[in-house]
């Protein structure tokens, strides 16, 4: 059994003043489908939304990585990202064996990644979702279609290195438990937290149960968010809520090593970030960062409302209310 955690999430640690882009990390956003199968749901907003919240949580860069026919138009719509194109085979899905060197490339420059939104079910698609879980480096907060292609490999489990992050709603909780043979109900208020921490002890990853009290486990700490609005209850805030938490791993836990990191950014920032890396900012692990981008996608939709009513969020603007929230939890700078 996990240990109920009542607390509040810690403090955002304060914004460093003479920081730069560089400090503040990238975030790299994998998803978007651009099939033309019949059928297949076109999906190019997932992936920018999960970009604006990464940005809106203060990342410094943040990366949209597309299949190339969309890329255009995600960058298009958040110009404050730069994109990265993954090749796609004649029927516009991604070719994983081929995107493989462009997601490594990703992966090297990035303290953070976030794969799944939007990403569309290809069965092709599978390589870059287990090629990112597989490698060490950098933490990858998995959403979406990206639970949903890893719950169709058997024995998933055996793949998974990185330090993980999964935010799956019910339905796909269920997917990816029924293969261990967990039957907790993920609906039932009095079963979640167990249901999350078995899940979280099994795979060895950070758990966040998302509905109404969203449930956060790393299977011995298990924390229950009361805070949010009905309003949230519409397409694209499970987005959002993913780059929020990006967002936060990449500012306050890290990815790649020091080395690594320093060779991926420009030379003329490189003096700067390795000087803010050696000072003893406060730092935060995955479960904080996962509980708090939690707490602060259900401050921004309770905000939402008070403003707005009880209905009709578009997600980009639960993504505007970011920075406000994160202030009202940010601690102040020390003197």
Known sequence: MSTLDSSDPPTIPPRDPAGHKGTFGTVSVVGGCA????????MIGAPVLAARGALRAGAGLVRLVMPAPILNAGIAMLPSVTGAALPVDERRQ???????????????ASRCMVIGPGLGGAPSTTAIVLRAIQQEDVPI????DGLNLLATVPEFWRDLRARVIVTPHPGEYRRLSAPLNITLDPTDPA????????????LGVIVVLKGAGTVVSDGHRTWICTRGHA???????????AGVIGGLVAQFVGGASEAVMLAAIPEKFRAALAASKAKTAPTLDLFDCARLGVQIHGMAGEMWARSHGQAGLLSEELADLVPETMDQLRSEPSA
């Open 35 to 42: 099939s033309d199968l019949p059928g297949t749901l076109r």
């Open 94 to 108: 991604i070719e994983g064996y081929r995107a493989a060197p462009e997601l490594d490339r990703q992966l090297a």
């Open 141 to 144: 907060v998995l959403d979406a």
């Open 191 to 202: 079963a979640r937290p167990e249901a999350a921490a078995q899940l979280a002890r099994r």
């Open 231 to 241: 309003c949230l209850a519409t397409g694209g805030t499970g987005d959002v809520l």
